[in-house]
């Protein structure tokens, strides 16, 4: 089992930043991918960003230029670095980590509200 928390969600102004992380504990080492999902009342949950063990990243497109991924293994880490924040940001951002058989983890889930 792999247990992730999600932490630095909160109230921000439209163009502002934050800077999401998740700390995994338990069998980290089955862990290949970690990212983060999004969902937004009364939407689907979406992919933001996910990064790979070996740190190749990919993004949703609205993502590219704003958001950055990173990784800290040695951690157990990832982090999600969130610029020029728009008001159609705000969601729950949930942390993932799938591992190498293809079971996918899900943290508890993080709130981020964009005020204009």
């Known amino acids: 089992q792999v247990q992730l928390v999600e932490s630095g969600g909160g109230l921000v102004q439209a163009g502002g930043s934050l800077r999401l992380s998740c700390a995994a504990s338990g069998r980290f080492f089955s862990i290949n991918t970690m990212g983060w999902y999004r969902q937004a009342p009364g939407k689907q949950r979406e992919l933001v960003a996910e990064i790979s063990r070996g740190s190749v990243t990919n993004y949703a497109d609205s993502m590219i230029g704003r958001f950055t991924i990173s990784r800290d293994n040695s951690k157990k880490s990832v982090y999600l670095q969130m610029n020029g924040l728009k008001r159609e940001d705000t969601a729950v951002y949930y942390c993932?980590?799938?591992?190498?058989?293809?079971?996918?983890?899900w943290g508890q889930g993080t709130q981020v509200t964009v005020t204009v």
């Open positions: 993932y980590g799938r591992s190498s058989w293809g079971t996918d983890y």
